[in-house]
């Protein structure tokens, strides 16, 4: 099968860093892809990896370790407007070819 | 350059009815990807087209279907509507090459089936 895992929910204060896990499991792998999605909007991309490491883009960074199938989002520097739902997605070979696979969202509020 | 549009924004159909969504990518975007999304399953992968071609395919019965034109608009069509269908229908656009899937979505049709 092909399954993601992330946390429901987090929360943090305004000026914190935060980090979202993502574990999976799947048939094939091609990278893991993060989105940010606000209420009522579409979700936005916001970083790739395709190799094990860091990724730095900003206040976010992603990371992966493709031996562990775990990869995270790290947000710094936490701003009112980072509340939104974050979903991790990977590519994985289904039965029907390749399908794109997107975790449950982890669902960020950011406190004043 | 301007983003992924989705038309209409807003649908409600009967059970039993069919509906056709469109979508017209980025330009220059030869890849449409379709999402069905809703609060218990969340994203779920139906189809992607390249090219005017299917080129990958999600776990959703039949009565999910879709077409590209030589623009790169896709339309996505659901026959012998149920009210399960209900849900929000992303369309996603990327250049579809290469292993890089970023992908630019649209703002969603948010279908409604009574």
């Known amino acids: 099968g092909q399954s993601l895992e992330q946390p429901s929910e987090v929360t943090a204060v305004e000026g914190a860093i935060v980090q979202i896990n993502c574990t999976y499991q799947?048939?094939?792998?091609?990278?893991l892809s993060w989105y940010q999605q606000h209420d009522g909007g579409a979700p936005t991309f916001l970083s790739y990896n395709a190799l094990d490491g860091l990724e730095e883009t900003g206040r976010f960074s992603s990371f992966l370790s493709r031996s562990d199938s775990y990869g995270y989002l790290l947000l710094q520097e936490l701003q009112m407007k980072d509340s939104a739902s974050y979903f991790c997605a990977v590519r994985d070979f289904g039965n029907y070819g390749q399908n794109f696979v997107f975790g449950p969202g982890t669902r960020l509020s950011v406190l004043p | 350059k301007a983003g992924v549009t989705q038309t209409p924004r807003y649908l409600i159909k009967t059970r039993g009815q069919q509906v056709t969504l469109s979508c017209s990518p980025i330009s220059g975007h030869r890849s449409v990807s379709w999402y069905q999304q809703t609060p218990g399953q969340g994203l779920q992968f139906l189809f992607e087209y390249f090219s005017e071609t299917q080129r990958n395919k999600g776990n959703f019965p039949g009565r999910f279907s879709g077409r590209q034109f030589s623009n790169s608009r896709s339309e996505m069509n659901v026959s012998t509507l149920e009210l399960g269908d209900s849900a929000l229908y992303l369309c996603?656009?990327?250049?579809?090459?290469?292993?890089?899937?970023?992908?630019?979505f649209g703002p969603g049709t948010r279908l409604t089936v009574t």
């Open positions: 996603a656009s990327s250049s579809g090459q290469g292993t890089s899937y970023e992908q630019y």
């Open positions: 799947t048939s094939g792998f091609y990278g």
